[in-house]
């Protein structure tokens, strides 16, 4: 039996939440006008794991889950994107940011 893909809001959100954040950090740590393959990949599998998401639109965000479906190097390539690419949502994406970023002590007010 095949599983239905999630395609709710909450999950078309979080895949552009996603794919922001990695366009960010190829952006400035490759220096890449469009993803680089390795990125493009990482961007690829987030998207899959988040179609896959067992909670489906009653996810919370990924840091908080129980379940770390994510492979080992890939959560430690989305972990080095979402620490380098989290103070730059806030500048760029503010409201987007809230949910998934954990806020470095100096960024907070
Ligand atoms: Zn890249």
């Not at 366009?23 to 896959?52: F, M, P, V, W």
């Not at 380098?84 to 007010?109: A, N, Q, V």
């Amino acid at each position: 039996m095949k599983r239905q893909l999630n395609d709710g809001p909450k999950i078309r959100r979080e895949k552009e939440i996603v794919a922001k954040m990695i366009g960010i950090y190829c952006k400035k740590k490759h220096h890449q006008k469009a993803l680089c393959e390795e990125c493009q990949d990482l961007n690829d599998y987030a998207t899959n794991r988040l179609s896959l998401c067992p909670f489906g639109e009653e996810k919370t965000a990924c840091a908080k889950c129980s379940i770390h479906c994510y492979k080992l190097d890939y959560r430690q390539r989305i972990k080095s994107v979402m620490r380098f690419s989290g103070p730059w949502m806030l500048l760029y994406h503010p409201i987007e940011s809230i949910r998934h970023i954990p806020i470095p002590g100096k960024l907070r007010k």
